[in-house]
């Protein structure tokens, strides 16, 4: 079966990163998910195009920076007019708080063969044309440590404005669920993801309800550290072509921790 894309610098500041001030809520649309509280996921940006003169939500992506994004690979062409929303909670309505930026400079990991999607290097970034102001409503994400791995059914939440059923529509309230880890022994076994699971992925979910879909491509997976800490571990890079939450296909995510080089040096670079 063919794999279906879904569409750590950090400047200081009072607010620090991956502490929420409007915690998240402990429940398990992304799809089968809930409505998350709103900006209870601060660094959650919706990366959109311009489409007939509308503004059109096409991915995630997580704001590590005040004027970086990081997002996935297959989110970006270089074709297309984008802009990113910080602050955002329901895409159809002005809220308080949330700002559209235009992108200054869009860096795509050299490596990433959009042919190719399960050869991994599935990670992007948006530099800003401007810092955003950090708020209750738009705040950083934190990075895990190089090299860092999950355990088997870690807790973890996926988050994003995706499809809330396969082929379904998209969503208008960012959605949550909560989406165990998988650890790489798993989710590599054969009637799992097999061969197509790199070391530089991790997975989340595979119950069969749960799961990523279109429109989730880019954004977080969400896990807390032992100190309290929103981390994000993954971005989300491809689902099943049986289904967005087919079982023993959990979501795949590009496993932040496998990039920490890159991303540091990208910035730095830029």
């Known amino acids: 079966m063919l794999p279906i894309v879904l569409a750590s610098i950090l400047f200081a500041s009072a607010y620090g990163c991956g502490n929420p001030p409007i915690e998240p809520a402990n429940t398990p649309r992304v799809v089968n998910g809930v409505d998350a509280r709103p900006n209870s996921w601060p660094w959650q940006i919706s990366l959109q195009y311009l489409r007939d003169g509308e503004w059109r939500h096409t991915c995630g992506g997580s704001l590590i920076a005040t004027n970086w994004v990081m997002t996935a690979a297959h989110c970006i062409n270089t074709k297309l007019t984008y802009r990113v929303f910080v ?3 329901n895409l159809l309505v002005d ?28 990670v992007a970034l948006i530099k800003l044309s401007e810092h955003v102001t950090l708020s209750d409503k738009v705040q950083l994400a934190c990075m895990p440590a190089p090299g860092t791995l999950l355990p088997n059914n870690y ?18 309230n960012l959605q949550q669920a909560l989406m165990p880890a998988v650890d790489h022994a798993t989710c590599s076994q054969p009637d ?5 699971l790199r070391t530089s992925m991790v997975c989340a979910g595979g119950d069969g309800i749960v799961g990523g879909c279109n429109g989730d491509s ?6 807390k550290n032992a100190n309290g800490i929103w981390e ?3 971005i989300a890079s491809f689902v099943s072509g049986l289904g967005c939450n087919y079982e023993k296909k959990p979501t795949v995510f590009t496993r932040v921790s496998a990039f920490n080089d890159w991303i540091n040096q990208a910035m730095m670079n830029n």
Not at 218 to 223: A, E, R, Y
């Open 87 to 89: 602050g955002k909670h």
């Open 95 to 122: 809220e308080p708080g949330s700002q559209a930026i235009t992108p200054e400079q869009l860096i795509v990991h050299e490596k990433w063969n959009p042919i190719f999607v399960a050869l991994g290097n599935d």
């Open 155 to 172: 807790p973890c939440y996926i988050t994003g404005w995706g499809r809330l059923y396969t082929n379904g529509p998209i969503a208008d």
């Open 192 to 196: 799992w993801w097999g061969v197509a």
């Open 218 to 223: 880019g954004g977080p997976l969400n896990c």
């Open 232 to 234: 994000v571990h993954g």
